[in-house]
């Protein structure tokens, strides 16, 4: 038989029990951030399986992110709302460095060892969707770039 019921974050169910098998939670949009990313970025915790996990990042309008390098996972974003612009790097050769625009409808791939940094332009937000595999392991996963090109001004918790 089949459990399912509503959890007090973000609209989450819990879990549905089928046999021996457990079908993951859903999970709505939370309308506060959970984390703050080590690059700065608001983080909305979504929907997680042993394999990947999702979250959408949040910067306000104007912000600019803290370069990072992830050791081990790779990420795959999708634009959802508002205008930016990311920096990607291969193997942190800024030679190799390549500035995208960041609008609705976007895609971008994030493979391990890119260095990147992105921003949010004057007077509008940025919303990603975000992709990771295998799942985000924790705050040690990113390292801090020093060949990113801009000035961050986000503000890190301690």
Request: charged share 20%; with cysteine; hydrophobic share 40%.
């Amino acid at each position: 038989m089949a459990a399912s019921g509503k959890g007090n974050h973000g609209g989450q169910s819990m879990p549905h029990v089928v046999g021996t098998n457990i079908i993951p939670a859903v999970i709505a949009l939370p309308t506060k951030a959970d984390v703050i990313a080590p690059d700065g970025s608001e983080v909305r915790i979504l929907a997680k399986t042993d394999r990947a996990s999702m979250a959408n990042f949040r910067l306000a309008a104007g912000q600019v992110t803290i370069g990072v390098v992830h050791r081990t996972v790779d990420e795959v974003w999708m634009v959802t709302g508002g205008e930016g612009s990311i920096w990607r790097c291969p193997d942190g050769r800024p030679d190799l460095g390549s500035e995208d625009k960041l609008v609705p409808g976007v895609s971008i791939p994030i493979p391990v060892g890119t260095h990147f940094q992105f921003r949010a332009a004057e007077g509008t937000f940025l919303d990603i969707l975000g992709v990771t595999v295998p799942p985000w392991p924790g705050e040690d996963e990113a390292i801090v770039s020093d060949v990113a090109p801009w000035k961050p001004n986000v503000a890190v918790v301690p």
